[in-house]
């Protein structure tokens, strides 16, 4: 950036030498769209060409294999019907005992207890009255268990939960565990975890998160961005294995916290290359003047995106200051005779993340009342790297479209001989043709034409 320092720009006789060449810009522009389209186009041109001779080759293995081997006959295991319980595993036992608030109760007696107990594994079905008659005494009390039904839902140990994680967390890692506790015996108090479906940013949850069905340790699929999205809630339920299965949700909350991931983005001036700007600093500038200000932001939050501002290199070190915090160039000293027509400032800007990043800028300042003054400002203006710039783009662009174009060809080439080579096999059988008289036989004497016809035949 250049500053040029003036009271009266009318003074200025070519000012538009300063300015920046808007053609060689507009140049550069289309030859980059030119070189990014011609490129684009010949990647998927060959994308093409390998997707379809991929599925020419692959069209005989998928029908091979097509042929599934048939699974042998399945043999289902020992199964044993008992009275009154259905079909079960024969391998274990099943028990049924009389509840106190039965009344006419399947039971079975596994232990004998005094001498008027029934036998061991007998099966009877018996009133209360009965049952006591057995026992011979009406006091006396069999050993009873009661069965569980799943009548109790799973219960999680806290309301809600909170997962905290920096942004560019690795996938897999853990945020959070939650859990639930079931009342209930064995299957019924088995509980089982999984997310309930829903979007986050307008994505399935799923893509975000996972959780262990067994443990309920909640895992992060992919790596968050603060700068997207800095918090998001997802719903998790606990189901039991009961019959039918009993649930309940709970809320987890997910806070991401922002790292310094952001260089500061300079807004003015703009970055080298992009544009041409001088500013001027008249000559009876005093000390504390302000010249100019550099003008940048930090995407990161927080102490990330606090920005400072340091010039790193100067014409004249002694010159000019600018503000820590705010950016603004001012003038230490008055400024003298003796100090060059033409300033150029390195401005640094660095934000407070740890660590810290930073970004560059250039300044350019003339220190002049007249334009007129200045021999050849003109030269400040040429912009060498862009001129290299284009080079590098044209260069690019002509080998690109030239290789791409050869390629063309080449495949084209090939594609012609493989169809032309069956024609010409085919063409090469020839049907030998009858011989031939030329219309002038009808002028020849009959000696003549057998004479003609004779060597004809020798031939």
């Not at 005989?60 to 097509?66: A, T, V």
């Not at 009661?146 to 009548?151: R, T």
């Amino acid at each position: 950036m250049y500053l040029l320092i003036s009271d009266n720009l009318a003074e200025v006789p070519e000012l538009k030498d300063i300015s920046y060449d808007e053609k060689n810009s507009k140049l550069t522009s289309y030859l980059i769209i030119a070189l990014v389209s011609v490129s684009t186009f010949f990647l998927t041109f060959i994308i093409i060409i390998l997707g379809v001779r991929f599925c020419r080759r692959r069209k005989p293995r998928l029908l091979f294999d097509g042929a599934v081997a048939i699974p042998s006959a399945y043999l289902p295991p020992n199964y044993a019907d008992v009275d009154g319980t259905g079909t079960l595993r024969s391998a274990y036992n099943y028990d049924a005992y009389l509840t106190t608030g039965s009344r006419t109760s399947d039971f079975k007696f596994v232990t004998s207890y005094n001498d008027n107990t029934l036998p061991a594994d007998q099966t009877l079905k018996k009133s209360p009255s009965d049952f006591a008659d057995a026992f011979g005494d009406s006091d006396g009390s069999p050993e009873l268990s009661v069965a569980d039904i799943n009548d109790n839902p799973p219960v999680f140990e806290e309301q809600s939960y909170s997962a905290y994680v920096t942004e560019n967390n690795k996938p897999g890692s853990t945020l959070c565990s939650v859990t639930a506790r079931d009342p209930d015996w064995r299957q019924n108090g088995t509980v089982i975890y999984s997310l309930l479906s829903g979007e986050v940013n307008g994505a399935p949850v799923s893509s975000y998160l996972s959780v262990n069905g067994d443990t309920g340790v909640i895992h992060a699929v992919r790596s968050f961005d603060y700068e997207q999205f800095r918090s998001f809630k997802v719903h998790v339920m606990a189901r039991d294995n009961g019959s039918p299965p009993l649930s309940s949700n709970v809320t987890v909350s997910v806070f991401i916290s922002d790292v310094n991931d952001n260089s500061p983005q300079i807004l003015y001036p703009a970055p080298e290359g992009n544009s041409f700007m001088t500013e001027l600093v008249p000559k009876a500038a005093h000390g504390g003047s302000l010249v100019s200000k550099v003008i940048a932001v930090d995407a990161d939050s927080g102490q990330n995106a606090w920005l400072s501002y340091h010039i790193v290199k100067s014409t004249d070190p002694g010159l000019f200051t600018i503000g820590l915090h705010s950016g603004e160039i001012r003038t230490q000293r008055d400024i003298s005779e003796s100090d060059s027509m033409k300033q150029n400032l390195i401005v640094a800007v660095k934000d407070n993340g740890q660590p810290s990043l930073s970004a560059t800028c250039s300044m350019y300042l003339l220190i002049s009342d007249n334009l007129a003054e200045v021999p050849e400002l003109k030269d400040i203006s040429y912009d060498e790297k862009n001129s290299k710039l284009t080079s590098y783009l044209i260069i690019a662009l002509v080998s690109v479209s030239t290789f791409f174009l050869t390629f063309i060809i080449i495949i084209l080439g090939v594609r012609f001989c493989r169809r032309r080579k069956p024609r010409l096999l085919f063409d090469g059988a020839v049907a030998i043709p009858s011989a031939y008289l030329p219309p002038i036989t009808q002028m020849l004497t009959a000696q003549e034409l057998y004479a003609a016809l004779t060597i004809m035949t020798h031939t």
